[in-house]
């Protein structure tokens, strides 16, 4: 069974920085592409960035390019999102998910990130 | 960037009748388009892929259809378990950007 685990939302200032990582078991961790979907409060799903198995490509939505990072440890079958620069407009629940042909397969329970003063 | 409307907001049905939710691309994604339910509280699951294929374990009642720019999803009897928000998601122009649609409410009337 896919299990997904997310960790280290919180409460962050604007300008702030926060490390966000998913724990992936009960598939083949570097044979997926994996990315990170958030939900603003009430608000829809907007994908936020991929990475490809290796780690060697990395995607992103136009408003994070250059804030976030996105990267994974395939000896430690984790994923990583590293977000700096926060802005109010970042407070969301942050999905991990498998990729598969761009679509995402199965989802973690989430994170939740706000960024306020 | 292609843009994902969905129709209506909020659909009122009664248990057991037929659900036909409406996805439409700003240019054409050939059939890459997939669904996802979202409960309260829950992540989404992925309900249908490549427009029209189930994922893993979906009822059959579950049904997608369409190319192009119009897409349709439907429930043909739905069960109580079954109301939700319901977004489609293109994938036609990989590696850019992967939109959602805003969502569909399927309430109990």
């Known amino acids: 069974e896919v299990q997904l685990l997310e960790s280290g939302g919180g409460l962050v200032q604007p300008g702030g920085s926060l490390r966000l990582s998913c724990a992936a078991s009960?598939?083949?961790?570097?044979?997926?592409?994996m990315s990170w979907v958030r939900q603003a409060p009430g608000k829809g799903l907007e994908w936020v960035s991929t990475?490809?198995?290796?780690?060697?490509?990395?995607y992103y939505t136009d408003s994070v390019k250059g804030r976030f990072t996105i990267s994974r440890d395939n000896s430690k079958n984790t994923l990583y999102l590293r977000m700096n620069s926060l802005r109010a407009e970042d407070t969301a629940v942050y999905y991990c998910?498998?990729?598969?042909?761009?679509?995402?397969?199965?989802w973690g329970q989430g994170t939740l990130v706000t960024v306020s003063s | 960037e292609i843009v994902m409307t969905q129709s209506p907001a909020t659909l009122s049905v009664s248990p057991g009748e037929r659900a036909t939710l409406s996805c439409r691309a700003s240019?054409?994604?050939?059939?890459?388009l997939a669904w996802y339910q979202q409960k309260p509280g829950q992540a989404p699951r992925l309900l249908i892929y490549?427009?029209?294929t189930r994922a893993t374990g979906i009822p059959a009642r579950f049904s997608g259809s369409g190319s192009g720019t119009e897409f349709t999803l439907t429930i043909s009897s739905l069960q109580s378990e079954d109301f939700a928000v319901y977004y489609c998601?293109?994938?036609?122009?990989?590696?850019?950007?992967?939109?959602f649609g805003g969502g569909t409410k399927v309430e109990i009337k």
């Open positions: 009960g598939f083949t961790f570097p044979a997926y592409g």
């Open positions: 240019q054409s994604v050939s059939v890459n």
């Open positions: 998910a498998k990729s598969v042909a761009s679509t995402f397969d199965s």
């Open positions: 990475v490809s198995g290796s780690g060697d490509n990395t």
């Open positions: 490549g427009a029209s």
């Open positions: 998601q293109q994938y036609n122009n990989w590696p850019r950007a992967l939109t």
